[in-house]
């Protein structure tokens, strides 16, 4: 393919019949049978369906007088969360890794979050030109391969398409994207494969990358946790068994933190609490925009201090559009150039200790208000 280094995706095939599925895609006749290659394992089955599906987003790409090369390659799926017929689809990760170089050690591989029940679907990013091809598989072809074991047909891609969706090139044409958007040209997945694609192409560091994984898109609520988090390591090192995160005011950065600082309710390091508006208006003024308590426990003394944070928001210089992708991009990018500047973000509202003997569970409880037992709280 124009544009591949010639012993690269090529190489990689695991056997005659993945290269025949491909050449089928490209409109060579090849029937299933005479591919040869029935009663395959689920891995085999997956890795082809992602291999035939970067070949078909390659192909968009050239036929647009793009030059893909490996190095440029972003990759973005839900395979190995979307599931058909109860069976994983993770084994397309590797496909789509074979036939485009993107990789999880690159930083340019993403496995985005979904349930099992989404479709599965497919978005390769060159950097270098900026377009993105979308591939979403067929439900039904897919569950009819599941259950004959054997290799994908080209059919079980139902939806190709390709745009330009560079930041520069968005944001320049503004107009024609918010109408082009509205009628869902990546299967619904636009706001979740614009803002991480571009997050990836502008050198968002691998943290911040498993944040948007798991939060399965960019906004400036995952920045505001991922932000915290940076400030939470930098300034107040874990302590014994890492941290106890106790929300207060509860927003997207609650997918940040769990991933970022490994708390989560599973371990019974991670709560939160749903403030009612009376509950806020007895709020102390000083801890009015109070959001997030952070928790560690002092492995010389085993106390517990905490401290009350609260996260400003700048006034981000971006351009206001009537699209909600346009002008979240924005401010995403602007964030993500000043993820070393978190103390310009992040506020220290108190520093305290727990009275000797109690955990934060025990004020992570229903009907206690841990600023009440601050005096921060009427």
């Known amino acids: 393919m124009k544009g591949m280094p010639s012993s690269g995706a090529e190489s990689r095939r695991r056997g005659v019949w993945i290269f025949l599925i491909l050449l ?31 070949a078909r987003s390659l192909a968009l790409m ?26 994983s689809t993770q084994g397309a990760l590797d496909g789509a890794a074979a036939a485009t170089g993107a990789t999880r050690g690159r930083n340019t591989l993403a496995e985005i979050h979904s349930g099992p029940w989404a479709p599965l679907w497919f978005a390769v990013y060159d950097r ?15 569950a009819e391969m599941v259950r004959r074991q054997e290799p994908p047909s080209p059919g079980i891609v139902s939806k190709a398409e390709l745009e330009r969706i560079d930041a520069d090139y968005i944001q320049r044409h503004a107009a024609e994207f918010s109408s082009k958007f ?24 691998p943290y911040v990358v498993r944040a948007l994984e ?47 600082l490994n708390a989560t309710p599973g371990k019974k390091s991670y709560a939160v609490y749903y403030p009612s508006d009376a509950d806020k208006s007895r709020r102390a003024p000083e801890a009015k925009d109070a ?23 700048a006034e981000v210089p971006c351009p206001k559009t009537d699209d909600g992708i346009i002008d979240k991009l924005c401010a995403d990018l602007w964030y993500l150039q000043r993820l070393e500047q978190y103390d310009d973000f992040v506020t220290v509202l108190e520093r305290f200790q727990l009275p000797g003997g109690l955990s934060p569970e025990d004020w ?6 841990p600023l009440k037992q601050l005096g921060l709280a009427r």
């Open 24 to 54: 089928t895609g490209f409109g060579i006749s090849c029937s299933r049978k005479e591919t040869g290659a029935q009663n395959l394992s689920a891995y085999d089955r997956w890795s082809a369906v992602g291999e035939l599906t970067a």
């Open 62 to 87: 050239k036929n647009a007088d793009a030059s893909p090369q490996e190095g440029n390659l972003v990759v973005l799926t839900n395979a190995g969360y979307a599931e058909i017929d109860g069976e």
């Open 128 to 142: 270098s030109s900026g377009y993105c091809a979308y591939t979403e598989i067929n439900p039904s072809e897919a």
């Open 182 to 205: 509205g009628v869902e040209i990546f299967g619904g997945n636009e706001f979740r494969i614009i803002t991480i694609a571009n997050a990836i192409a502008a050198g968002a560091p």
């Open 214 to 260: 798991f939060h399965d898109h960019y906004c400036p609520g995952v920045t505001s946790g991922i932000l915290t988090a940076l400030y939470v390591k930098n300034h107040f090192p874990p302590g014994e068994n890492g941290y106890f995160v106790h929300s207060l005011e509860p927003w997207c950065k609650e997918d940040a933190l769990l991933v970022l």
């Open 291 to 313: 959001s997030t308590i952070i928790y560690r426990r002092s492995e010389r003394t085993k106390e517990w201090e905490g401290l009350i944070l609260a996260f400003e928001w």
């Open 364 to 369: 992570a409880r229903p009907g206690i208000d």
